[in-house]
DNA sequence: GTAGATCGAGAACGATCGTTCTCGGATCAG
DNA sequence: CTGATCCGAGAACGATCGTTCTCGATCTAC
């Protein structure tokens, strides 16, 4: 009885799994309001029943799909992070991460900037999600920044430069704006180690 | 009688810069689609009947907005980059011009970034403008590099800052974000500078 | 002054949206 | 097998939207 429950809750997961998959796919190519839910529906093979037993609102299938994109970006962000040692390549693997990013062909520029664009001003929870996400990587870059030993305001720099990255590649087209950043970012790092070498002698 | 009808062509303008005013003031701040027609007959003033003589549809005031603020952009830029001499203050008199803007209370980033998020993938006059106008301001700054005798490179670099410094100080609210940009693009510029210097000898 | 154009206010229209409800069939427990 | 429960397909609902139309008032030209 009690498998027969479990089963039942994975299956449950697993669909509201494949709507989200769905809904992030719609929504990150065409935007939130151009995407029904009947739309959504049919992209993710479920009843509208269904959809909303899982969902109570749209609303709630929008917060999830950013859950989830955000839930990616750690993923595809550490892939790249963890596999270098110093912190220096630690910080340019951000823009390694990006390179490969903006060459899928689906690339629209970054999700939660989208989402804040078009439903920030009037979605106070869509707000605080993008506010948190963006805090949150710009505390990762902060860390980084630390061990490498150089001033914090680096990190604040490197944040703008791979947020400009992003926006840049989305609205030109032009995967070349992560090796720019890229190429910028470690300027920015050897300069700001310069500088502290130079303040320390 | 040509006099009447100049007048009416001078009220006729007249009405509909206030129009878009309007519409400009209710879309940057809350996005396009949750801005009703009804709401911005309201605000502008006009009746509903007045509007759509002077605008046919929605989408006709949205990209007279657009239109609008790239003007604006361009005299506001001007205004900071005449300003001053040099190639290299010009340069960063940009990330000025960004430091004031970004403390006016309604700011809510890039107005043409965001109609790209919203409207981009499924209205091709939007998204062709919003490319339109990112294309020329990066020509603008590739013309100040090439000034300035640095490598091109330098202008994308430089343009991802001022990029990602308005959508970072949108997201976490923080106007600072202008002058961390600004910061990177002096180290930026010098470093350039230093390199053809290298280069050179 | 008066016929005719023009206008504002807002009702009306048709489409679309998010959400709920209906109903006939499948599923499951006992 | 049987009664109850769950489900999918899609109709239905109420709200909202972009857009057009109506109608009575106002203005204009002569």
Redesign the pocket.
Known sequence: ?TS?EDR?RAEEEDRRGRIVEAADRLYYSRG??????????DEA?????????L???????IIATLRKRRRVWAEGIAEYVDAVRSPRDKLLAVYDFLAGWFCEDDFRGCGFVNAFAELGAVNTDVADLVREHKAHFQRDLARLVEELGAEPSLAAQLAILAEGAQTTAAVTGDPGAAGHARAAAATLIDAALDVDARQAA
Request: proline share 3%.
């Open positions: 009885m027969n039942k939130f309001s151009s995407v029904s839910m009947d739309e959504l529906r093979g479920v009843s509208l029943r269904r959809l909303y037993k969902f109570p609102s749209k609303d709630d299938i």
